[in-house]
């Protein structure tokens, strides 16, 4: 009697490879955010113009979490991974040569809908893991993308000073390139889970959300933290950029150190996701934000406070981050690039509306605006976890 092959695992070196590719991916989208006006300056741009880098580039990111992320469950990701990072590292390139503004805008929009690596990985993870540590795998994942968010701020910024703002792309190019071998090498090469036609594939997105209504609850809980997210860091560079600050690109990258303790810390989350505790949790990180939002808004002259406030605003939604899509893996293990689909793209839509917000709101009122916006928001999200837990909350297993 033969023996049935044995399903691929993942252990701990291919989780670590994972963490670190979907960390270089999604820092591709990030590079600019600490050098917005340096970049104005360089290519004639105005502070208000330069917000749309980080906004086109979300939009392009969301577009193509759409229409490339769902191909994960139909498609040998051993090839599609590697060829996502192989097209970024083109885009990539557009930008580190581009000659005007708004060429750059357009390339990094190009960026935005290529560099789907992370978000591949992360539902092929969660197919490698088992149910009892897939939190865990899923949660170390997942930091890593939060820590290469946070990271590409502080290597841009030191790049940047060093070589020139064009010298972070060619090297993010190279480093894609590199990654797409190694990963290619490492991806077990599992067979696709369904055969469906890509029509039906993209239409599928949307049918697992009218059907689910954990789904439904966790996008607009995940929506609102992404979009709080990308409003504060966008805000914090014009705060840290001007009076009483006047931080150059390099030290402003720094902030982004402080945000990696708390990618660290939330590392954790993904274990009380196994432990039963997921729901529970997102309710305390939601009153974490509002607290972060409040010590930002009374400390927006103070370095310590305004550190203070990135750190407990970090660990909140990160933590919040990786128990909304741990839950979401749980509603179907056929359907998790799918979910993941409807995840992302969620959450960059929210976050491209947090940084025009946060544009418009330092043109309105500066710091204290886009502070107490964000504590608004934060408590509207506090609230719809309070009435959203109340109803039947069925998250299957596996």
Same mark, same amino acid.
């Given at each position: ?18 963490? #670190? ?89 190009? #960026? ?61 190019? #190279? ?75 390099? #030290? ?38 509002? !607290?972060?939002?409040? !010590? ?9 406070? !305004? ?92």
């Amino acid at each position: 009697m033969t023996q049935e092959p044995s399903r691929p695992t993942i252990g701990r070196g291919l989780t670590f490879l994972f963490a #670190v590719a979907a960390g270089a991916a999604v820092g591709n989208l990030y590079w600019a955010q600490p050098l917005l006006d340096l970049i104005a300056d360089d290519l004639g741009a105005s502070t208000t113009h330069a917000g749309w880098l980080v906004t086109t580039t979300q939009l392009g990111y969301a577009l193509g979490i759409l229409l490339v992320v769902p191909l994960g469950d139909v498609m040998n990701r051993r090839r599609l991974v590697p060829l996502a990072l192989l097209a970024a590292a083109v885009a990539l390139v557009l930008c580190a040569v581009a000659p005007s503004f708004g060429f750059l805008v357009a390339a990094l929009g190009l #960026v935005g809908l290529l560099t789907v690596g992370g978000q591949l990985l992360t539902p092929l993870a969660g197919d490698l893991a088992t149910d009892a540590d897939r939190g865990a795998v899923v949660g170390t994942v997942v930091s890593g993308i939060l820590t290469g968010i946070l990271l590409s701020r502080t290597v841009s910024g030191f790049v940047a000073d060093a070589f020139g703002w064009r010298s972070i792309y060619a090297g993010a190019a #190279v480093l894609d390139v590199v990654l797409a071998v190694l990963l290619w090498r490492a991806i077990p090469d599992l067979e696709p889970k369904a055969r469906v036609r890509y029509p039906a594939l993209i239409g599928s997105v949307f049918t697992v959300i009218r059907r689910e209504r954990v789904v439904r609850w966790t996008l607009v809980l995940a929506g609102i933290g992404f979009a709080l997210f990308t409003m504060f860091w966008t805000a914090l560079t014009f705060l840290l950029s001007g009076a009483p600050f006047n931080y150059p690109v390099s #030290v402003i990258g720094l902030f982004g150190l402080v945000g990696l303790v708390g990618a660290v810390a939330a590392q954790r989350a993904g274990r009380l996701h196994d432990a039963g505790w997921s729901v529970r949790a997102s309710g305390i990180g939601w009153a974490l934000v509002v !607290v972060s939002f409040v !010590v930002a808004a009374v400390g927006g002259r103070s370095v310590v406070l !305004v550190v203070v406030a990135i750190l407990l605003l970090d660990v909140a939604i990160q933590g919040i981050n990786i128990l909304n899509q741990t839950r979401m893996f749980a509603v179907s293990g056929e359907a998790r690039s799918r979910l993941n689909t409807a995840f992302v793209t969620n959450n960059f839509l929210w976050g491209a509306g947090g940084s025009v917000l946060a544009t418009v709101l330092w043109g309105a009122g500066g710091w204290t605006a886009v502070t107490l916006c964000g504590a608004g928001l934060a408590a509207v999200a506090l609230v719809v976890w309070v009435f959203g837990r109340r109803g039947p909350l069925v998250v299957p297993s596996s």
